[in-house]
């Protein structure tokens, strides 16, 4: 029986009453929500957005239609709660300098120059430069900050990342547009700090 008759056999069968068979879903699922959500929220909210999300697949399980993978609305389904979760989350806009360690405030001071070559090895340097995106990314609006996950850290199209978080393609082009810019002038700014701070 393949993927997609099985899936469907399932949800009919919670649709018809056998809500413990919902169980059979969240078993063969758990591990690419689990991924998808690790990639966009941070570790202690992970198992909480986790668990929100199989809830709100559950409610809405009725308007599953079969018109695409199970997976792949399961996977919208991941992308939009994690949306939500961004757009909820109280956060500063700017972080002081003192938030970053040592290792980062070195990075940050050597981006673009010989020294950073010198000072670091290739995989120290990549280190860096992920926890210093993830940073930079946590700043941004919820909104740009999936526009770019989506489009540039999955590799998915303008068009499917429109459909993902239910905005035209327009939107999605002009949130990627704008939030290359802010996380350019994120780590330019902390670049001008280091450097006045050293003066």
């Known amino acids: 029986m393949a993927d997609a008759e099985e899936d469907m056999l399932i949800i009919r069968e919670v649709l018809d009453g056998e809500v413990n068979a919902y169980a059979k879903l969240v078993d063969k699922y758990k591990k690419l929500v689990y991924s998808r959500v690790q990639k966009h929220v941070s570790g202690d909210m992970v ?11 559950y409610k809405s399980l009725s308007n599953f239609k079969g018109e695409s993978k ?28 003192s938030q970053f360690s040592e290792d980062h405030n070195a990075w940050l001071d050597s981006v673009g120059s010989e020294i950073a070559e010198r000072s670091f090895s290739q995989a120290e340097q990549q280190q860096h430069a992920r926890e210093v995106l993830a940073w930079a990314m946590d700043q941004l609006p919820a909104g740009d900050r999936m526009v770019l996950a989506l489009v540039y850290l999955e590799g998915r199209s303008i068009k499917e990342t429109a459909k993902i978080l239910e905005i035209s393609s327009i939107s999605v082009r002009v949130k990627s547009h704008r939030g290359r810019a802010k996380l350019k002038d994120l780590i330019t700014n902390q670049l001008q700090r280091l450097e006045e701070n050293e003066e």
């Open 47 to 57: 198992e909480g957005i986790v668990q929100q999300i199989f809830i709100e697949v």
């Open 70 to 97: 199970f997976s792949t609305w399961l996977t919208t389904i991941s992308m939009r709660c994690c949306y939500d979760y961004y757009k909820k989350k109280k956060r500063n806009q700017e972080s002081p300098l």
